[in-house]
Nanobody
Framework: VQLQASGGGLVQAGGSLRLSCAAS????????MGWFRQAPGKEREFVAA????????YYDDSVKGRFTMSRENAKNTVYLQMNSLKPEDTAVYYC????????????????????WGQGTQVTVSS
């Protein structure tokens, strides 16, 4: 499975960006897609995740109400709409996928995921 993330950039605080992650080579219609981010000097952290087969996305508290994750199964693509961006959202954002069922608690762990995209830089200026 290959993942291609795009959509990062430089934006002022309060602005918006939409990230995309296209998956190719999937061998199952199930599984979970997740977004993680890593700021300089910090560990990678969970942002959001969604199952391919249905249900709502779930989010880290730090982005709840500002970020929205969605999927477009026909295109094997997920999106992360980021609104009301803050300087502390500055990070490299990674998409990841795993082709098996997992409860939300597992999906919040980066160790759960088998495949990772290359990352896209998001910089929010104050």
């Amino acid at each position: 499975v290959q993942l291609q993330a795009s959509g990062g950039g430089l934006v002022q605080a309060g602005g918006s960006l939409r990230l995309s992650c296209a998956a190719s080579g999937r061998t199952t219609s199930s599984g979970t897609m997740g977004w993680f981010r890593q700021a300089p000097g910090k560990e990678r952290e969970f942002v959001a995740a969604i199952r391919w087969t249905g249900g709502s996305a779930y989010y880290d508290d730090s982005v709840k109400g500002r970020f929205t994750m969605s999927r477009e199964n026909a295109k094997n693509t997920v999106y992360l709409q980021m609104n009301s961006l803050k300087p502390e959202d500055t990070a490299v954002y990674y998409c990841a996928t795993v082709e098996r069922f997992g409860i939300p608690a597992l999906s919040r762990r980066d160790s759960w995921y088998d495949y990772w995209g290359q990352g896209t830089q998001v910089t929010v200026s104050s």
